[in-house]
């Protein structure tokens, strides 16, 4: 999303449809781990994050987005 908003001349609508484009990409992703009975939570809620538990690198490999360190 942030790389959206930083793009000159993005319109609101643009801004509006990649959003919804966006979240349906990841409900798309997360219905896939659901289905395997995997739980997932976003790591800001989490009380504690074993490292290797963390999905989140796996989820934005599949979904095709870079991560931000």
Do not use: C, H, R, W
């Amino acid at each position: 999303m942030k790389t959206t908003l930083d793009q000159p001349g993005v319109t609101n609508e643009q801004a509006t449809a990649e959003a919804k484009a966006f979240v349906q990409q990841l409900d798309k992703a997360l219905e896939a781990y659901s289905n395997e009975g995997i739980l997932v939570l976003n790591s800001g809620a989490a009380m504690n994050k074993p490292a290797a538990n963390d999905i989140t690198a796996n989820v934005a490999a599949n979904m095709g987005i870079k991560l931000q360190n």
